[in-house]
């Protein structure tokens, strides 16, 4: 619709940089997965790096970190030349735009790989129960750790987890379950009246399972699972995807699975 081309992967992921290369890509989609090895690859290679050119990666990285953070700048004429062209020649060398879903992100692999590409990551939230559609960050914010503002296609608003001590009235910014309604929300699960009973509250709300805050200027953090949690003795919560995406940062975990037992 928009006369751009879509480019396939081989269908190994372990290639992807490869195919990157011979596509060049303006726009590249991915996931919190993908950009930690991603980041992870560029980080070995710094570390990797001695002398001179060790010192002029660190400046390099440096003076982009505080441009980003300061101004939201995502280039320079010098450094990008000298340094992050290399970096971003991993994508193909032609990305423009970058976003990222499905699971949360750590800030700092954000911000890395924003000044690496020089160009900007937006964040997207939203489920398979609501056609993807939830919130999604402008490419002018600067500021990450959030998912952005909810969509024009539904609404918006926080239940109360008091077990979890999570409420809307929570000071200085309002906590609780992400509840959302609107037309982009399903009807329900195919032949399961009882899963999709569960799914929504007596008025309607779609009930995500996560836990979020809200900024005053309606920006949406994702904190927490209220399902897919463990307790444990005593007492205290868990939730096994934060830590399972800590671990896979690690150049020796290829996949993580954190398991959970009460006693």
């Known amino acids: ?15 992807i940089v ?38 002029l990666v660190d ?4 003076a982009k970190l505080t441009a980003l953070q ?3 700048h995502l280039t320079n004429g010098c450094y990008d030349q000298l340094v992050f062209s290399k970096m971003a020649a991993l994508l193909g060398g032609k990305v423009k735009l970058m976003s990222t879903g499905s699971a949360p992100i750590d800030k700092t692999v954000l911000d890395f790989l924003k000044i690496c ?12 129960e609501t056609a993807t559609g939830g919130a999604c960050t402008s490419i002018e914010d600067r500021v990450t750790g ?15 987890l008091p077990e979890m001590q999570y409420l809307s009235s929570d000071k200085p910014y309002p906590r609780g379950e992400i509840c959302m309604k609107g037309p982009c929300i399903f009807k329900g699960y195919y032949k399961r009246e009882d899963k999709t009973a ?10 995500t399972g996560d836990v979020g ?13 209220s399902k897919n949690i463990f307790k444990l003795s005593q007492g205290e919560y868990i939730a096994p995807e934060k830590l399972e995406n800590i671990f896979v940062l690690s150049p020796y975990v290829a996949q993580s699975m954190v398991y959970g037992h009460s006693l």
Not at 33 to 50: P, S, V, W
Not at 117 to 128: A, D, N
Not at 198 to 207: I, K, Q, S, T, V
Request: hydrophobic share 40%.
């Open 1 to 15: 619709m928009l006369g751009a081309r879509i480019g396939y992967y081989q269908g190994d992921p372990l290639k």
């Open 18 to 55: 490869e195919d990157c290369a011979l596509l060049q890509p303006a726009l590249f989609p991915s996931v919190p997965r993908l950009y930690n090895r991603i980041y992870g690859k560029i980080k070995a290679g710094i570390d990797a790096a001695t002398g001179c050119k060790k010192w």
């Open 59 to 62: 400046r390099a990285i440096a």
């Open 70 to 72: 300061d101004g939201g």
């Open 117 to 128: 590409f020089s160009c900007p990551i937006i964040e997207g939230y939203g489920l398979t």
């Open 146 to 160: 959030h998912v952005g503002g909810p969509s024009e296609a539904l609404k918006l608003r926080l239940k109360d």
């Open 198 to 207: 569960e799914a929504f509250d007596a008025e309607g709300w779609f009930l």
């Open 213 to 225: 805050l809200i900024y005053p200027n309606g920006s949406v953090k994702i904190i927490d699972r």
